[in-house]
């Protein structure tokens, strides 16, 4: 499997989730988006990035015989999205509760000058 993006830096941090049965295993990709299934067979593969964890993609089913695969990732990767997230003003920093993108108490964004 082979991840492609026109910024070569994100391409080195994309994990598969290969599961054969029930069982699963866990390929990383190198720095040149190259991810090794040393398996002679799988049912299922999740792709995930490291760095947008919260977003899984299916890759292969069962259904499906394929064994290479060639993905880029999705220019929307790296929006962000504070839906659900209340932020709020406490003197000059924005603060926010602890949340599903953020799982840290005390959540401080100071602005820098």
Do not use: W
């Amino acid at each position: 499997m082979v991840v492609k993006d026109k910024n070569p830096f994100l391409i080195g941090y994309v994990t598969a989730m290969v599961f054969v049965g029930e069982q699963m295993h866990s390929f990383r990709s190198d720095k040149d988006g190259v991810i090794s299934i040393e398996l002679e067979k799988c049912d299922r593969i999740l792709l995930y990035h490291e760095l947008y964890p919260d977003i899984f993609s299916e890759i292969k089913t069962a259904k499906t015989n394929n064994n290479y695969f060639e993905v880029t990732l999705n220019e929307s990767l790296q929006q962000v999205s504070f839906k659900g997230i209340d932020l709020f003003f406490e003197g000059d920093n924005l603060r926010c509760h602890t949340n599903y993108f953020l799982p840290f108490e005390n959540i401080v964004f100071v602005r820098e000058d």
